[in-house]
Structures are given as C-alpha cells and as structure tokens.
C-alpha cells in the first residue's frame, strides 16, 4: 500500500532533549516536505526538499534540522526542543519536484508536547 | 504576498443540506489550487484539485469546487452532506515550485 508513514505519533518530552521524528514514504517521491499545524494557523510549512542531498527552509524553519540522505526518509530533528514546538507534524510527499500537478500525500501525523 | 483566506472558522449544517466552503487566495502567478479534508484524528487527503482546463471540478465523495479567477475563490460544494463529511477542511495554493500554502481550515459540524 503506498503510503506515508511517521513515527512516533505520539511524543512528550522535556525542553532541551533532543529527538527525531521520523518520515518515511513508499512511493520512490522525489518531494518531501514538514509541516506543523497550529490552531488558528492552518498548516505552515518547515523545511523540504526537493530530492536526495537537497533540503531548503520553509516558512518556519527555526529551530528544525532536516536531513535527506535516502530518498524514502526525510527525518526531522529537534535539537533542542521548546515549548512553543508543541504542536502536530505533518509529513507528506509527491512524485515531482518541480511542477505540482501530482497530489502531496501526507502521514497520519505526529503530536509532539514539550513540557 | 501569497495567501489563502478561509473565512469561516466553524459551520454546521443539517444532514442532508447543502454546502459551501468558502476560499479566497492570492497568488502572484497562476494558481494551483487543493482542498484537503481532515478527518478527527487522520492526516490529510486530497478532496480535488484544479490547475487549468474547466473551472468546476469534481473531486472524491461527492465534492465540486469552482475556480473563479476574477473573484480569487475557489470554493467547496457538496449537494447533499452525510453526517460522515464531519472535518476540517483546509484550501491550499501552490504554483510551480511544490511549496503548498494552506489556508487556516474550516471545522465542518453536521447535525442529524
């Protein structure tokens, strides 16, 4: 089954302890992209790239890491965690990089608390 | 600056009724433009989406949006809601490049 996947779906953690939320899709996607949704915000975007060794900021970039070493994963990192990351993460991919006529595919999410 | 406007946070209808889900965007260059729908506690899924060609589109579950260049909309319709079309549903442009912009989402209440 095609499909984006994340992990974990559901993460508490202290301010200051680093983790990694992880993506990955199935779907052999060059474009993948993070997002967080925020009540009132809608979705905004993190970081995302647009192939294997390419990544480039979002709207709201501070304070994520991003890698993309593999093409099926795009891992985000959270160096040092803070209160107002609290929030839900999406993951998503599409087939193109450039050109967005192809659907994005998005992960069920990931809600991350920092206490 | 690119944007999308949704301007109904919440609205509820009665089973059975008909729906419109209000979008307003702007965009500098020609507008590819999504809804999404969100169900309580899933990610999203594509709903329809428009890039030239005809102006009404037809998407899955029963959903049409109408491109209206000349008034920057691009709204949702439904004839006939299910108690099941309960979401949020989000309006998102793009353009060439994949980057989406998403409106802040429309929380759809359906009453039986």
């Known amino acids: 089954e095609a499909q984006v996947t994340q992990n974990p779906r559901y993460l508490i953690t202290v301010t200051g302890k680093k983790l990694t939320v992880t993506c990955s899709q199935n779907?052999?996607?060059?474009?993948m992209s993070w997002y967080r949704q925020d009540p009132g915000l809608g979705l905004r975007q993190i970081y995302y790239?647009?192939?294997?060794?390419?990544?480039d900021k979002g709207d709201v970039p501070e304070g994520y890491k991003v890698s993309r070493k593999e093409k099926r994963n795009f891992p985000l990192i959270l160096e040092s965690p803070s209160p107002n990351q609290t929030s839900l993460y999406f993951c998503a991919s599409s087939s193109r990089s450039l050109g967005i006529d192809n659907e994005q595919f998005f992960g069920p999410g990931t809600r991350l608390t920092v206490l | 600056a690119q944007s999308v406007t949704q301007p109904d946070i919440h609205i509820t209808v009665s089973e059975g009724a008909s729906l419109e889900l209000r979008c307003n965007y702007s965009y500098g260059a020609t507008p590819y433009l999504f809804w999404y729908v969100q169900s309580p506690g899933q990610g999203l899924q594509l709903l329809l989406k428009y890039f030239s060609g005809d102006t009404l589109v037809q998407g899955i579950k029963g959903f049409e949006a109408e491109f209206k260049r000349s008034q920057s909309s691009f709204n949702l319709r439904k004839p006939s809601v299910h108690w099941s079309d309960a979401a949020e549903y989000f309006c998102?442009?793009?353009?060439?490049?994949?980057?989406?912009?998403f409106g802040t989402g429309t929380r759809l209440q359906v009453f039986p």
């Open positions: 779907m052999n996607h060059e474009y």
């Open positions: 998102a442009v793009g353009g060439y490049t994949d980057k989406l912009i």
């Open positions: 790239s647009m192939n294997v060794e390419v990544t």
